[in-house]
Nanobody, 124 residues
Framework: QVQLVESGGGLVQTGGSLRLSCAAS????????AGWFRQAPGQERQFVAS????????YYSDSVKGRFTISRDNAKNTVYLQMNSLKPEDTAVYYC?????????????????WGQGTLVTVSS
């Protein structure tokens, strides 16, 4: 059973930066592919970014490409989302997700676990 805990959310001004962290436990981290999703008020959860378990292949939604970077540190069992040039439309609860295997989330499979979410608010 994989447990995921996000941190790093908060309030930031337009153009600012934040780094989200997702700490995993309960399973060897190197076996997990991971991703970030977000849900804005009144909207469905959307894909943001993902990376395969080897960390070599990364994927982004068009809305964040060039501004956000997903990465992982297997030694720390942690996945990161560096968010730069933030915009008000990036305001949402951000969720970390993980799946066992060499997957491109969510296109190649559904997550096996979700974190509880961390709120990011970008003021204009």
């Amino acid at each position: 059973q994989v447990q995921l805990v996000e941190s790093g959310g908060g309030l930031v001004q337009t153009g600012g930066s934040l780094r989200l962290s997702c700490a995993a436990s309960g399973r060897s981290f190197s076996t997990l592919s991971a991703g970030w999703f977000r849900q804005a008020p009144g909207q469905e959860r959307q894909f943001v970014a993902s990376l395969r378990r080897n960390g070599a292949s990364t994927y982004y939604s068009d809305s964040v490409k060039g501004r956000f970077t997903i990465s992982r540190d297997n030694a720390k069992n942690t996945v990161y989302l560096q968010m730069n040039s933030l915009k008000p439309e990036d305001t949402a609860v951000y969720y970390c997700a993980a799946a066992v295997g060499f997957l491109r989330l969510p296109r190649e499979g559904a997550p096996d676990a979700w974190g509880q979410g961390t709120l990011v608010t970008v003021s204009s």
